[in-house]
């Protein structure tokens, strides 16, 4: 298996509560996207990165922002998470954009 | 308007089974990716497929990429239940990747 872990696997809060998920590789991939999966909308992209301080806005970006500070390290926040953020969170890496990603297992993310 | 669309969304079969699941579109794209993702976990990738036309066999699965590149076909010979998930066809669309809603498939033993 490609070396991504997500942090955490579960979390429940409170709406207006900020929210940061993590994601590391151990596989030296120059992409890192953020995906959210719900049920009738399947896969959507969030937010990708292209390097290290780069990043770029994908599909249902809203409320959310990311941050690469480390080739290794991708972070999702919600700076006040609201219940229509309720959802999984998919975090995957690639060699370049489009490949084939690799993907982590995810964080059952629940606003209350 | 979904750019991939996925038939049929559910499949329900007795193991031993033959079946095909299709991922559609009315865009040419240059690359496919068929994705399988069991419970609580994240998607696999299984293959891509990159030639209008090209066939591809994994064990008992066999991907199509249709000759104008707008679909894609996967066809699962003697369904087992280890196949059990939810499978998923992608694609790139002018720099964007698009996933469609995926094909969920039950296989009873």
């Known amino acids: 298996d490609a070396g991504i872990t997500q942090s955490p696997r579960h979390k429940v809060t409170e709406t207006g509560t900020p929210v940061t998920l993590r994601c590391h590789q151990t596989e030296n991939h120059r992409y890192m996207y953020w995906y959210r999966q719900d049920p009738g909308h399947g896969l959507r992209l969030i937010h990708y990165s292209y390097g290290v301080k780069d990043t770029d806005k994908g599909e249902v970006s809203d409320g959310y922002s990311v941050s690469r500070s480390k080739t290794e390290d991708f972070l999702l926040t919600l700076e006040s998470a609201t219940s229509s953020q309720t959802s999984v969170y998919f975090c995957a890496i690639s060699g370049w954009f489009g490949q084939p990603q690799h993907f982590g297992d995810g964080t059952r993310l629940s606003i209350l | 308007t979904q750019l991939l669309e996925q038939s049929p969304q559910f499949l329900s079969i007795q193991e031993g089974e033959n079946l095909t699941v299709y991922c559609n579109s009315s865009?040419?794209?240059?690359?496919l990716q068929w994705y399988r993702q069991e419970p609580g976990e994240g998607p696999v990738l299984l293959v891509t497929?990159?030639?209008?036309?090209e066939v591809k066999k994994l064990k008992r699965l066999t991907f199509q990429f249709g000759d104008a590149r707008k679909d894609s076909s996967l066809h699962i010979t003697a369904a087992q239940p280890g196949d059990t998930g939810l499978y998923l066809c992608?694609?790139?669309?002018?720099?964007?990747?698009?996933f469609g809603k995926g094909t969920r498939l039950h296989i009873l033993p």
């Open positions: 497929v990159v030639t209008g036309g």
């Open positions: 992608a694609v790139l669309e002018d720099d964007k990747i698009i």
């Open positions: 865009s040419v794209f240059s690359s």
